[in-house]
Nanobody, 123 residues
Framework: QVRLIESGGGLVQAGGSLRLSCAAS????????VGWFRQAPEKEREFVIS????????YSADSVKGRFTIARDNGKNTVDLVMNSLKPEDTAVYYC????????????????WGQGTQVTVSS
């Protein structure tokens, strides 16, 4: 069993930056894919970015390419999401997830989820 806890959300002005962190406990994430998803009010949950822990390969949604990056810390068993050039449309609850999805952007492939952290970008 893997427990995921997100941190680092908050309020930021458009154009600003935030760093979210996902800490895992219970098991190491060595054999997992870790992804970030987000859900805005009255919208479906959407894929943001993911990292294959074993290789470090990353995959991101077109909407965040060039602005968001993801990185893992083997020693701490954590994954960070660095968000730059934030836009009001990035406002959402951000969720960390872990699993072994066949399709990295599909939420159904992730077995473990955090509780989410709110990110609000003001215009």
């Amino acid at each position: 069993q893997v427990r995921l806890i997100e941190s680092g959300g908050g309020l930021v002005q458009a154009g600003g930056s935030l760093r979210l962190s996902c800490a895992a406990s219970g098991r190491t994430l060595t054999n997992h894919v870790v992804g970030w998803f987000r859900q805005a009010p009255e919208k479906e949950r959407e894929f943001v970015i993911s990292i294959i822990w074993s290789t470090g390969s990353t995959y991101s949604a077109d909407s965040v390419k060039g602005r968001f990056t993801i990185a893992r810390d083997n020693g701490k068993n954590t994954v960070d999401l660095v968000m730059n050039s934030l836009k009001p449309e990035d406002t959402a609850v951000y969720y960390c997830a872990a699993g072994n999805p066949i399709i990295l952007s599909r939420s159904s492939g992730y077995n473990y989820w955090g509780q989410g952290t709110q990110v609000t970008v003001s215009s």
